[in-house]
């Protein structure tokens, strides 16, 4: 019955595609090197830039009644989406503030 019930009100209308949350993860993750690239200190900004654009999906997502409905009608794989993006962003802000030209100044 219950699942019946998360089918019929297709909860992933009103979710972010999985296609933007890569878009978001991969746009926030190449600015956030080319950022610290500039300045080491920018890689702050930018990782908080993350996660405030990664809050809301995962607030969703753990929500007790909305979240079951994601995961039934994605299949499971949206949590996936969101946690390698997140991690894509991470390793690339990471990689720009490793390779930073200026350092710490």
């Known amino acids: 019955m219950t699942a019946a019930v998360f089918a019929l009100l297709e909860v992933m209308d009103k979710e972010a595609a999985p296609s933007l949350v890569w878009a978001v993860g991969l746009g926030v993750g190449t600015a956030g090197y080319l950022a610290a690239r500039w300045r080491r200190r920018t890689a702050f900004l930018s990782v908080a830039a993350l996660g405030a654009a990664q809050a809301f999906p995962v607030s969703e997502l753990l929500d007790p009644v909305g979240g079951p409905a994601i995961r039934t009608e994605t299949g499971g794989t949206y949590g996936s989406h969101l946690v390698a993006a997140a991690v894509v962003g ?12 200026r350092g710490a100044a």
């Open 90 to 101: 991470l390793v690339m802000i990471a990689v720009g503030a490793r390779r930073s030209s």
